[in-house]
């Protein structure tokens, strides 16, 4: 359980993060919280050269809300988004998801960027990036730009992010008149990862039919994904549980699912549909109170 | 690497490997063998610790990470030789049958009655929820945890250990 032996590095600014970066290549790691990285570099599934310490870049560690977005610094921590009012108001998906990460200990020291450029096929952030439709932004020595959540996912651990890219922001648009949201999630008993999670963010129209609706899903594939198949099953049609069942039992359609000792992939897959199911109907529900708040 | 940090109050100068664990640190090198080591794998909370006053599973920190930090062991809740009040509900709530996982449960209800100084049973057992005892002594745990709540909203605020060493 000792990691094999790298040089740290802890620069100051963001200019020298990316410049480390570079100049290690596939030598080196960014390091933020560490609580996905350091247990997979004391198993040495990961042995990194160089570990690039970004906590020193504390500007990075932010929630705010801009105009008809939240904006969340990559370095801010699980737990500083669990108890954030501004979110639990504005974007309460946030919150709730954050709840559900690890144990205080991991959400006091985890951030939302080292989540999400680790893209562990069962962490439960990309879930809700991908329902919530955020933005992530991402700074290199070529500039700065901003990538679709949809987008930012390429496969297992692996992002769109470029080896000396740093991701530096999570940029939520604000939820609509008669939008809910919401993330169910089973937790795989000992390491409290997502066995399944799916986080849901429905709008209804003022007839009671759905608007939109967009669904993350993470713990089933080997990333986390957006379920189209649900989305377009429940676009126009009117919420109720008959429509909310039927699309459901599309989450997990055209996904290679994952199987291990814990769960075989036809578990799995009924597990996505199940927890699909409680995150549509919870979402619903939230969208319904939303309309006449 | 140098290194400098304040544990339980006293600053120390020490050169560490970058890839020595903080929990490693604070056994093999400061010699405070009070946090455990448990399963190694950020899941079982014995080597809990408190990191400027949050509580972190030491065994996923490196030390260099906590290079300038204030950091806060078993050792040093008690003060002139009397027991936290953490420690003392423990004893007296029979919180603890082997000791394996005490010193981890202790801090990590530390930072639960820092930031929620009235807990329910519920919010205690969430708090607590990175944290295993192999004796199954939970509810003994709890009701240590209610009992520290009491009797420090009985005398004083919660406040930070860390500050006051």
């Known amino acids: ?293 | 690497m140098k290194i400098r940090m304040n544990v339980n109050g006293n600053w120390r100068e020490d050169d560490v490997e970058p890839r020595t664990l903080l929990v490693h640190y604070l056994r093999d090198v400061a010699g405070l063998t009070g946090t455990h080591v448990g399963c190694e794998t950020s899941i079982c909370g014995a080597c809990t610790v408190l990191l400027n006053q949050e509580a972190v599973k030491s065994c996923t920190v490196f030390a260099v990470q906590a290079n300038g930090a204030q950091v806060t062991t078993i050792e040093g809740l008690a003060r002139e030789g009397k027991l936290h009040p953490l420690q003392q509900s423990f004893w007296e709530e029979h919180g603890l049958q082997c000791g394996f996982c005490t010193p981890g449960m202790i801090l990590v209800a530390h930072q639960l009655l820092c930031r929620n100084p009235h807990p329910t049973q519920e919010e205690i057992r969430k708090g607590l929820e990175g944290n295993l005892c192999r004796c199954t002594g939970y509810q003994h745990i709890v009701k240590a945890v209610q009992s520290a709540a009491s009797k420090m909203s009985a005398t004083e605020p919660v406040r930070a250990v860390a500050a006051a060493g």
Request: net charge neutral.
């Open chain 1, 1 to 293: 359980m000792i990691p094999q032996s790298f040089e740290y590095h802890v620069p100051r600014t963001l200019e020298e993060a990316s410049r480390l970066a570079a100049q290690f290549g596939a030598d080196g790691k960014f390091l933020a919280g560490g609580h996905s990285l350091i247990p997979m570099m004391k198993l040495r599934l990961a042995a990194p050269k160089h570990l690039i310490d970004l906590t020193c870049l504390r500007d990075l560690a932010y929630i705010r809300e801009e105009g008809e977005h939240v904006r969340i610094g990559a370095l801010t921590t699980h737990f500083r988004i669990e108890s954030s009012a501004l979110l639990k108001e504005k974007c309460p998906l946030l919150p709730e998801t954050a709840r559900e990460i690890g144990d205080v200990q991991v959400r006091n020291r985890g951030t939302i960027g080292g989540n999400l450029a680790h893209s562990d096929p069962a962490a439960d952030w990309p879930a809700a990036v991908l329902a919530l439709e955020a933005e992530l932004r991402a700074v290199s020595p070529r500039g700065e730009r901003g990538m679709a959540a949809k987008d930012f996912f390429v496969d297992l651990m692996t992002t769109a992010l470029a080896s000396d890219e740093v991701l530096v922001e999570i940029k939520v648009p604000q939820l609509g008149h008669g939008t809910g949201a919401a993330y169910a999630k089973l937790h795989h008993p000992a390491s409290g990862y997502a066995m399944v999670g799916v986080a849901a963010v429905i709008a209804l129209r003022d007839n009671g039919a759905v608007e939109r609706a967009a669904v993350g899903i993470t713990g089933v594939g080997p990333k986390a994904y957006r379920a189209f198949a649900v989305e377009t099953a429940l676009h126009g049609k009117p919420a109720t549980q008959a429509h909310l069942n039927a699309a459901a039992a599309h989450a997990a359609e055209g996904v290679d699912v994952n199987a291990d000792l814990y769960a075989s992939a036809e578990y799995r897959s009924h597990l996505a549909r199940v927890y699909t199911r409680r995150a549509l109907e919870a979402a619903v529900k939230r969208a319904r109170a939303a309309a006449t708040a």
